[in-house]
């Protein structure tokens, strides 16, 4: 048998593991069992019963992070001596 540490045990009463818990509930359960330091990661997988097989089911999709990647994003013009200051004006960063 395994054994495991003090917070480990003291985290492991708080989960049911014969419960399924909602989406939410497992969100705020997950934040209040980590035992780390650092902001981990969840992962999530969901069964769609689509067949790749066929052009007509597959998924495909993106989505938008809440708070972005953390990149700043910078627009660089090559552009002639006249037209500089409309570029500046229309958000260029490096003319």
């Known amino acids: ?3 495991h540490g003090k917070k480990y045990r003291e985290v492991a009463k ?3 593991p014969l419960k399924q818990y909602s989406l939410e509930e497992a969100v705020t359960l997950a934040k209040k ?3 780390s330091t650092f902001g981990g990661s969840m992962e ?3 069964k769609t019963f689509a067949n790749p097989k066929y052009n ?5 999709a993106t ?5 972005g990647t953390g990149k700043k994003i910078r627009i660089a013009v090559y552009i002639s001596d006249d037209k500089q200051d409309e570029a ?4 260029a ?3």
């Open 1 to 3: 048998m395994a054994k």
């Open 14 to 16: 708080l989960v049911d």
């Open 33 to 35: 069992v980590s035992t």
């Open 44 to 46: 999530i997988a969901v």
């Open 56 to 60: 007509d089911q597959m998924i495909r």
């Open 63 to 67: 989505t938008v992070l809440p708070h």
């Open 88 to 91: 500046k004006k229309a958000g």
């Open 93 to 95: 960063d490096l003319v």
